[in-house]
């Protein structure tokens, strides 16, 4: 079941025991609009029908906030434009050449390209792997990007987030609605899961320059304004006491 946000605003709940990560539906007069495409063809396909159900304009933009394979598995059921900015294009470009068949995969997990976890979704949730390939991005933006869906804009913008290097955001202007992925995650290196401090304080100014009410998470539930303030002093603080070995 889709969370209503504004009369024009919803999101899929992540589901943790999956590795779904939270999807996004932004609608227009004319058209409407999905954030990330889920882990698999099956999040996809759960998704699109929650969307069927509300009977909203059809879905003509796809936007990955980040090229990590939670996130774009999904890509090829929506039929939409396709909406990356430059840094993705490049990691979704690395997922199109990659195979499906199982011999692939756990090569792929061995070489640490690829997670168990990740290996595991794609079994069970891809169907006829031998042919699955990702779709090409259709628009490839720098730094910014508005897209009007009829009487109701998206803004898109690329930033320095503490997740990935490729991490978009998106705002919505009308409801106040602000999504940020994974963006605002910390990032694992050498099985340590860290925040990089050099890129905290600027991302954070970056992201409390919108004038946002709500804001929706990668992997979390809807977060209002007192929250995220409370999440930004935490992390804050913790990073000038600790240097930075932090868990989500």
């Known amino acids: 079941m889709l969370n209503k946000v504004t009369q024009a605003v919803y999101y899929l709940s992540n589901d943790d025991s999956k590795e779904r990560p939270t999807l996004g539906l932004v609608c227009g007069d004319k058209f409407s609009l999905v954030i990330d495409s889920g882990n698999s063809v099956q999040h996809a396909q759960d998704f699109l029908k929650e969307i069927e159900a509300l009977n909203v304009p059809p879905v003509e933009y796809l936007v990955v906030t980040h090229g990590h394979w939670d996130h ?6 929506f039929g939409a434009t396709i909406i990356v900015n ?7 470009e690395e997922w199109q050449n990659y195979s499906f068949d199982d011999d692939s995969l756990h090569q792929y997990v061995e070489s640490n390209k690829m997670s168990f976890k990740c290996m595991e979704i794609i079994k069970n949730e891809i169907p006829f792997r031998d042919s699955f390939r990702l779709n090409s991005a ?41 999504f940020l992925g994974d963006s605002v995650y910390g990032t694992t290196t050498n099985s340590l899961f860290h925040y990089n401090q050099s ?9 409390q320059k919108y004038d946002a009410t709500s804001f929706i998470l990668g992997h979390e539930s809807r977060c209002d304004a007192e929250e995220m303030s409370l999440y930004w002093k935490e992390l804050i603080s913790t990073s000038k006491s600790h240097r930075f070995n932090l868990h989500r």
């Open 72 to 77: 774009i598995l999904g890509m090829t059921e």
């Open 86 to 92: 430059s840094l993705t294009n490049q990691l979704l």
């Open 138 to 178: 259709d628009i490839i933006f720098e730094k910014s990007l508005t897209i009007d869906l009829g009487n109701k804009v998206c803004v898109l913008e690329t930033i320095i987030g503490t997740h990935s290097d490729d991490s978009t955001i998106l705002y919505v202007p009308d409801d106040k609605v602000l």
């Open 199 to 207: 890129q905290l304080l600027p991302m954070i100014e970056e992201i």
